[in-house]
């Protein structure tokens, strides 16, 4: 049982520490889907925001994962939630972008 509570504690930290690194619309979003920007890029391999690449890494990596042609569910999955998130991330900077040019100089 202390194992396990350690354990909860040390992923409680490292969501923390994700969480302050992190614009807070961002780290929400990370806490939402349950993977950080970071990861994301890391699974779709991917280095920056590009929407076209992300979605050709995304579709590779679906098809090749496919249970169909003996890929696994669950990289099929974390895959999907990659995208997810990377998705999130970029519907939050076409926001903070679109806010930014409604704000009118004084």
Known sequence: MRALRQEFAASRAAADARG???RPQSAAAS???????????Q???V????????????DH??????????GSF??????VR???????????????EKEKGWKVET
């Open 20 to 22: 302050r690194s992190e």
């Open 31 to 41: 806490r939402i889907i349950g993977i950080s920007l970071q990861e994301a890029q």
């Open 43 to 45: 699974i779709l391999n």
């Open 47 to 58: 280095s920056n925001l590009n929407p076209e690449e992300i979605q050709k890494n995304y």
């Open 61 to 70: 990596l679906f098809k090749v994962n496919d249970k169909s042609v003996g």
């Open 74 to 79: 669950y990289l099929q999955s974390k895959v």
């Open 82 to 96: 990659a995208k997810e998130r990377l998705d999130e991330e970029l519907r939050i900077q076409a926001k903070d």
